[in-house]
């Protein structure tokens, strides 16, 4: 059973830093790609960002310049840095990890954001 567990969410005012962690419970996280989504109420997830086995990544246009995927595979631990935060970017953050037709999926982590 694979678990995913995320921390560093939070409250933070507008222009500020968060840094979210996603740690894997199994090695095969360095051999697949990981992804951050995010949900807000009444909203559709939306994939924020994904990095791949080969560190290759990739972002939804709204966070481009802003956030920073990165993936320690020593450590089974994926890593979502968010700079210049807006309160847009209010919502409930899910590390995910694919792995033969299976989705699996963190706890999640509340960001929010005020002005």
């Known amino acids: 059973q694979v678990q995913l567990v995320e921390s560093g969410g939070g409250l933070v005012q507008a222009g500020g830093s968060l840094r979210l962690s996603c740690t894997a419970s199994t090695n095969i996280f360095k051999f697949t790609t990981m992804d951050w989504y995010r949900q807000g109420s009444g909203k559709q997830r939306e994939l924020v960002a994904s990095?791949?086995?080969?560190?290759?990544?990739n972002y939804v246009d709204s966070v481009k310049g802003r956030f920073t995927i990165s993936r320690d595979n020593a450590k089974n631990t994926m890593y979502l840095q968010m700079n210049s935060l807006k309160p847009d970017d209010t919502d409930i953050y899910y590390c995910h990890l694919g792995y033969w037709g299976t989705d699996y999926w963190g706890q999640g982590t509340q960001v929010t954001v005020f002005s």
């Open positions: 990095i791949d086995s080969t560190h290759i990544v």
